[in-house]
């Protein structure tokens, strides 16, 4: 199997209020339909979201329940996590939890979306304590080896 992209599709009533949150993130509509919505990050196309209405009778009955925000964790990856926060706070969203620093050496910030969603927006440039650099299996871009 060759993966080209990977994205959640979060089941929502709330289209339009979800579609300005990821478009006030930075993600822009490619696909705008009255039930299903698919975003883009513009300088990433890899890097995609979905949100579709709950029960559409297009979809089978697996795909009709809401997503639940509570354990329900989006993760984006950015260069700078502290710049981003700069930059996001500058355009009005509140922080469900603020910028910090973890011992894996990430930095990172956590925004809700209007369904509970987490977005987790991270940089990897805080710095590792050894406890967790000897748990990395492989050199993954972006993380000090």
């Known amino acids: 199997m060759k993966v ?16 300005t949150f990821y478009e006030e993130l930075g993600f822009v509509a490619v696909f705008a339909g009255d039930w299903y919505i698919h975003l883009v990050w513009p300088e990433c196309m890899e890097v995609q979201i979905g949100l ?5 009778p ?3 009955p697996l795909f009709h329940g809401r997503t639940m925000g ?7 990856s950015v260069e700078d996590a502290k ?22 050496g990430q ?3 956590t925004l809700l979306d209007p369904n509970g969603v987490r977005i987790d927006i991270a940089s ?8 967790y650099a000897k748990d990395f299996l492989m050199p993954v871009e972006g993380i000090p080896a």
């Not at 996001?88 to 011992?103: H, I, Q, S, Y």
């Not at 990897?124 to 406890?131: T, Y």
């Open 4 to 19: 080209t992209s990977a994205f959640p599709i979060i089941v929502t009533e709330k289209l339009t209020e979800s579609r």
């Open 70 to 76: 509570d354990g329900s964790i989006f993760g984006i």
């Open 52 to 56: 579709m209405q709950p029960d559409h």
């Open 124 to 131: 990897q440039d805080a710095e590792m304590s050894d406890e």
């Open 83 to 104: 710049t981003a926060a700069d930059e996001l706070r500058a355009k009005g969203f509140e922080f469900a939890l603020e910028l910090r620093d973890e011992p894996w």
């Open 58 to 60: 297009t979809q089978p």
């Open 107 to 109: 930095r990172h910030f």
